[in-house]
């Protein structure tokens, strides 16, 4: 029996994200070429790649490097058409060429504006360069971010792409990661700035709410001081506390993206 077609296209157009965003794992025979990360027994073992770090030398680095993640944490995408999006942008899949309809979350631009004065700003997604390199052209203007890194500069660790921020090329003391995806900083939690997974929700505040915030953090000597202690006393509640939840309940997998 064949599948009505708003069915097979919903399947399509999820087949096609699968490929392009990073919130959808990938299926199980799915190859990944930059695995530096290996289980061993359950077991999570690193392996070292000297000299091959992520990030260009710097001399002396006096900011601490934010890396920023993209997708449901500065904008999300979607193949649906919608009429309000901020950018449309054409990504060739398979041989044919698809139109991603972009929607920026409130505030972004204040808050990458501010974020650029503070901060080394790195831009870190999961997802293919294909898509999100002409989305960050059109969202940063002012060249905030000073390198991007994409899905190739992730380690695949059991079914999700983690960014592994020891593979930077900087001190962890000085490194924060600002993600909706506790997954994807699972090997450095303590180096996190959570902030909750945005789809289109246009009275949410929370970038602008993190810059007072981050503006302190960026004085600091080790993130972990700030960061430790935030979390214990909950200060950065109710963003850390819903993410604590998200990962305590049950089902909950890090596929937060609605299918278009
Ligand atoms: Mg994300």
């Known amino acids: 029996m064949s599948l009505p077609p708003e069915v097979r296209m919903a399947h399509q157009n999820r087949s096609l994200f699968t490929q392009l965003l990073c919130c959808f794992r990938p299926s199980s ?35 601490i490097c934010m890396v920023i993640d993209l997708d449901e944490t500065l904008v999300h995408s979607s193949f649906k058409p919608i009429s309000n999006a901020d950018f449309i942008v054409p990504v060739e899949i398979e041989g044919s060429i698809h139109q991603v309809y972009v929607l920026k979350r409130p505030h972004v631009d204040e808050f990458l504006q501010r974020m650029g004065q503070l901060f080394e700003c790195v831009l870190f997604t999961a997802s293919l360069a294909k898509y999100a390199d002409p989305v960050v052209d059109l969202l940063d203007k002012k060249s905030i971010f000073k390198s991007r890194l994409f899905r190739e500069s992730c380690a695949f660790y059991q079914g999700n792409y983690v960014k592994d921020l020891s593979r930077l090329g900087r001190d ?15 090997f450095h939690p303590d180096n996190a700035v959570p902030v909750s997974s945005w789809f289109d929700d246009t009275s949410d505040t929370e970038l602008k709410d993190l810059i007072p915030f981050l503006e302190k953090l960026s004085k600091v000597e080790s993130v972990y001081s700030v960061l430790d202690g935030l979390k214990q006393i909950k200060l950065i509640s109710p963003i850390y506390n819903q993410q604590k939840q998200n990962q305590t309940t049950p089902n909950n997998t890090t596929n937060t993206t609605q299918t278009p």
């Open 29 to 63: 025979n799915h190859r990944h070429d930059s695995i530096i990360h290996s289980e061993q027994n359950g077991v999570h073992t690193p392996q070292k790649i000297p000299g091959k770090y992520l990030l260009p030398t710097v001399k002396k680095s006096d900011r």
């Open 172 to 186: 962890l003391n000085r490194v924060i990661i600002v993600d909706n995806s506790p997954a994807s900083y699972i």
